[in-house]
């Protein structure tokens, strides 16, 4: 077959990806390949406007099969990569050899695995995909007993959106706060006391010993001899890079693809974008990362494309996430760092607050924001500038950040 740019991920970041190199001119075959039934999607909206009814296909879908055509960028849906050889610049799909000019990597994240006694003989689910959330959808309601094991952002989402519909939710986390590891205990705490007056039974300090099942029933067993009863038994206990493929033809990977600012892997002409990337986060901070955001898939999506196609890069992005839960919207700008300063501003009490991380130069390197929307913007701004911003400032709810803003790198 004729090569151009093979993409192995139908997700957000490989669909956006192909649309970025038709958007900056690149005229060859482009040939975007995924293993599920689905043209490219959104996930976030899975967890929550989707379960809850409040999304339809269209909300989900990036683009519709028209713009596919239009765009002469040939989908093939549930069709699974089983090799790529890098020298002989091809991939391998059942059996047969396609070759490729240029190949992009987007095989996203895959749920780190459940490896307590009794899993194997237990029904559980997990929620990463349309069908996955196509299944847990008509389970969530009143009535219904609904386990979630780990309080990540999106098991709490989950939670949120059960307790609408009816549910009974209960939430086990092994840490001593949910969002332990990525979440500053201010947060963490603000969002235990949401979900507890919204009738979450959230249990942190919380050691899974086993797990088990009877007829209809699921059971989880805890160190301290408590059991849980559930109808349901959802797990979301993290992520790891789908990076298999990459690792079998020999390019580095480091908890995910190793990628440089372009997206560039250790192999000429092969790039790697979105979740199952590890890369830099410069100027801001030091080390890699493997960030698992919307933003950062279509940041680096746009990074292939480029380097690709000779387009203009892309400048670099301070990275965000998002996550709604209830009437609470949060937002956080840039990466949490352990040993920094924490200026709280507004009152965690009203819903309403945002909490700074200052470095040992005053500089904001992270905010999380809840219903603040102001505070995020400003926050991704100061970090994007390296600004210095005093104590007092910040936790003034009242005062205005925009004259820190018209500081220049």
């Given at each position: 077959?004729?090569?151009?740019?093979?993409?192995?991920?139908?997700?957000?970041?490989?669909g956006?990806?192909?649309?970025?190199?038709?958007?900056?001119?690149?005229?060859?075959?482009?040939?975007?390949?995924?293993?599920?039934?689905?043209?490219?999607?959104q996930?976030?909206?899975?967890?929550?406007?989707?379960?809850?009814?409040?999304?339809?296909g269209?909300?989900?879908?990036?683009?519709?099969?028209?713009?596919y055509?239009?765009?002469?960028?040939?989908?093939?849906l549930?069709?699974?990569?089983?090799?790529?050889?890098?020298?002989?610049?091809?991939?391998?799909i059942?059996?047969?050899?396609i070759?490729y000019?240029h190949?992009?990597?987007?095989?996203?994240?895959k749920?780190?695995?459940?490896?307590c006694?009794g899993?194997?003989?237990?029904?559980y689910?997990?929620?990463?995909t349309?069908?996955?959330?196509?299944?847990?959808?008509?389970?969530?309601?009143?009535?219904?007993?609904?386990?979630?094991?780990?309080a990540?952002?999106?098991?709490?989402?989950?939670?949120?959106?059960?307790?609408?519909?009816?549910?009974?939710?209960?939430?086990?986390?092994?840490?001593?706060?949910?969002?332990a590891?990525?979440?500053s205990?201010?947060?963490?705490?603000?969002f235990?006391?949401?979900?507890r007056?919204?009738?979450?039974?959230?249990?942190?300090?919380?050691?899974?010993?086993?797990?088990?099942?009877d007829?209809?029933?699921?059971?989880?067993?805890?160190?301290?001899g408590?059991?849980?009863?559930?109808?349901?038994?959802?797990?979301?206990?993290g992520a790891?890079p789908?990076d298999?493929?990459?690792?079998?033809?020999?390019?580095?990977?480091?908890?995910?693809?190793?990628?440089?600012?372009?997206?560039?892997?250790s192999?000429?002409n092969?790039?790697?974008?979105g979740?199952v990337?590890?890369?830099?986060?410069?100027?801001?901070?030091?080390?890699?990362?493997?960030?698992?955001s919307v933003?950062?898939a279509?940041?680096q999506?746009?990074?292939?494309?480029a380097?690709?196609?000779?387009?203009?890069?892309?400048?670099p992005?301070?990275?965000w996430?998002?996550?709604?839960?209830?009437?609470y919207k949060?937002?956080i700008?840039?990466l949490?760092r352990p040993?920094v300063?924490?200026?709280?501003?507004?009152?965690?009490?009203t819903?309403?607050?945002?909490?700074?991380?200052?470095?040992?130069?005053?500089?904001?390197?992270?905010?999380e924001?809840?219903?603040?929307?102001?505070?995020?913007?400003?926050?991704?701004q100061?970090?994007?500038k390296?600004?210095?911003?005093?104590?007092?400032?910040?936790?003034?709810?009242?005062?205005?950040?925009?004259p820190?803003?018209q500081?220049t790198r």
């Amino acid at each position: 077959m004729s090569a151009g740019v093979v993409i192995i991920g139908a997700g957000h970041a490989g669909g956006s990806a192909a649309a970025f190199l038709r958007q900056y001119g690149y005229e060859g075959p482009i040939t975007l390949i995924g293993d599920e039934p689905h043209l490219p999607y959104q996930r976030p909206p899975l967890s929550k406007a989707w379960l809850k009814g409040e999304a339809s296909g269209d909300d989900l879908y990036l683009r519709t099969q028209d713009f596919y055509d239009e765009a002469n960028i040939a989908v093939w849906l549930e069709r699974r990569v089983e090799a790529i050889d890098t020298a002989g610049k091809t991939v391998t799909i059942d059996g047969d050899p396609i070759g490729y000019e240029h190949l992009i990597i987007a095989t996203g994240s895959k749920a780190r695995p459940f490896g307590c006694p009794g899993a194997e003989g237990t029904p559980y689910h997990l929620l990463r995909t349309i069908a996955d959330a196509e299944w847990l959808k008509p389970h969530l309601r009143a009535g219904q007993r609904i386990g979630l094991i780990g309080a990540g952002y999106v098991g709490l989402e989950v939670a949120a959106s059960a307790r609408k519909l009816g549910s009974a939710v209960t939430v086990l986390e092994r840490e001593s706060r949910i969002l332990a590891r990525v979440a500053s205990p201010v947060l963490s705490e603000a969002f235990t006391r949401i979900h507890r007056d919204n009738g979450v039974n959230l249990i942190t300090g919380a050691e899974v010993v086993r797990v088990s099942a009877d007829d209809d029933l699921r059971r989880v067993h805890m160190a301290d001899g408590a059991v849980h009863e559930f109808d349901v038994l959802l797990v979301g206990i993290g992520a790891l890079p789908a990076d298999d493929l990459a690792q079998a033809s020999g390019i580095v990977c480091a908890n995910g693809i190793v990628v440089d600012p372009e997206a560039r892997t250790s192999a000429a002409n092969v790039f790697a974008i979105g979740d199952v990337t590890s890369r830099e986060v410069k100027p801001w901070y030091e080390g890699r990362y493997r960030l698992e955001s919307v933003p950062s898939a279509l940041e680096q999506a746009k990074q292939a494309a480029a380097a690709i196609t000779g387009f203009k890069a892309p400048p670099p992005e301070v990275p965000w996430f998002w996550s709604d839960q209830y009437d609470y919207k949060l937002q956080i700008a840039g990466l949490t760092r352990p040993g920094v300063k924490l200026i709280t501003r507004g009152d965690p009490m009203t819903g309403a607050f945002s909490v700074f991380h200052l470095n040992d130069s005053q500089q904001v390197i992270c905010v999380e924001s809840v219903n603040r929307p102001a505070d995020f913007m400003a926050g991704k701004q100061l970090i994007h500038k390296a600004v210095a911003v005093e104590d007092n400032v910040i936790s003034d709810a009242d005062a205005s950040l925009k004259p820190y803003l018209q500081t220049t790198r």
